[in-house]
Nanobody, 120 residues
Framework: QVQLVESGGGLVQAGGSLRLSCAAS????????MGWFRQAPGKEREFVAR????????SYADSVKGRFTISRDNAKKTVYLQMNSLKPEDTGVYYC?????????????WGQGTQVTVSS
């Protein structure tokens, strides 16, 4: 089972940027489709972005399209989420996920999450 560790969260003003990283322990990370999800206080966890095993196919939630970019480096066993033009509604705990489906459903592998707070 793959183990995931997120980092890069923090406090940023609206309009700012953050880059999240997800380091994986799996020897064969390249076989996994990877995704990012987030959970705001009092809300359910929601899909943010996913990337296929090669990095050649990505998809995003409508709320982050054009602002967020997911990427991966299989040699470094790391997945990234570049977040630009952040809004207060982007605030939440961001989770890395292994095995995200093409329809945005999560797989079984989760990290512990990293907090992102966007101030207005």
């Amino acid at each position: 089972q793959v183990q995931l560790v997120e980092s890069g969260g923090g406090l940023v003003q609206a309009g700012g940027s953050l880059r999240l990283s997800c380091a994986a322990s799996a020897t064969f990370l390249s076989i996994y489709t990877m995704g990012w999800f987030r959970q705001a206080p009092g809300k359910e966890r929601e899909f943010v972005a996913r990337i296929n095993w090669s990095g050649g196919s990505t998809s995003y939630a409508d709320s982050v399209k054009g602002r967020f970019t997911i990427s991966r480096d299989n040699a470094k066993k790391t997945v990234y989420l570049q977040m630009n033009s952040l809004k207060p509604e982007d605030t939440g705990v961001y989770y890395c996920n292994a095995g995200t489906s093409s329809t945005g459903q999560p797989g079984d592998g989760w990290g512990q999450g990293t907090q992102v707070t966007v101030s207005s």
